[in-house]
């Protein structure tokens, strides 16, 4: 897997789309192209020191998920 740096911005609108394959697109005027993020990939949005910390992670099941290996 590709690794990226995360996005650290003060403010950001998002627009997610459901892709073919089980992918997932993830827009924001804050980066200029998209993030695509893969099944078995979680979006984090984090608050680091008051600004918003933008990052594909490797998921992590919990509890809620009907079944890990989706």
Not at 29 to 45: P, S, T
């Amino acid at each position: 897997m590709r690794t990226e740096p995360p996005l650290k911005t003060n403010k950001a609108t998002f627009a997610v789309e459901a892709l073919p394959e089980g992918k997932i697109g993830v827009r924001t005027a804050a980066c200029d192209d998209a993030r695509v993020i893969l099944k078995g990939q979680a979006l984090e949005l984090r608050n680091m020191d008051g600004q918003i910390r933008i990052a594909r992670k490797a998921r992590e099941y919990d509890d809620h998920d009907p079944d890990p290996g989706l």
